[in-house]
Nanobody, 115 residues
Framework: QVQLVESGGGLVQPGGSLRLSCLAS????????MGWYRQAPGKQRELVAT???????NYADSVKGRFTISRDNTKKMVYLQMNSLKPEDTAVYYC?????????WGQGTQVTVSS
């Protein structure tokens, strides 16, 4: 059974950095295109970054140049390096396939950017 577990969130000051991790257990991970998503309070969930099986990446305009998505197929891990964080990056961050599989939404990891 496939399960995605996110970690690495926390409280950080504006301009700071965080690295999120996602472990994809029980899947043929290397065949999956993956993405990081986020949901801020009162807003719809949005796609932040994607990485496909050829390691090609795409980013939402709001995070381009600040966030970097990567993957390690041997460890079944997806990462999101977030630099120059802004208060508007505050949200719960989730990983999932791209496009997402409903049954794989996990608890996410909270990122709060505040002074």
């Amino acid at each position: 059974q496939v399960q995605l577990v996110e970690s690495g969130g926390g409280l950080v000051q504006p301009g700071g950095s965080l690295r999120l991790s996602c472990l994809a257990s029980g899947s043929a991970f290397r065949f999956d295109s993956m993405g990081w998503y986020r949901q801020a309070p009162g807003k719809q969930r949005e796609l932040v970054a994607t990485i496909n099986t050829a390691y090609s990446t795409n980013y939402a305009d709001s995070v381009k140049g600040r966030f970097t998505i990567s993957r390690d197929n041997t460890k079944k891990m997806v990462y999101l390096q977030m630099n120059s964080l802004k208060p508007e990056d505050t949200a719960v961050y989730y990983c999932n396939r791209n496009p997402p599989t409903y049954a794989l939404w996990g608890q996410g990891t909270q990122v709060t950017v505040s002074s």
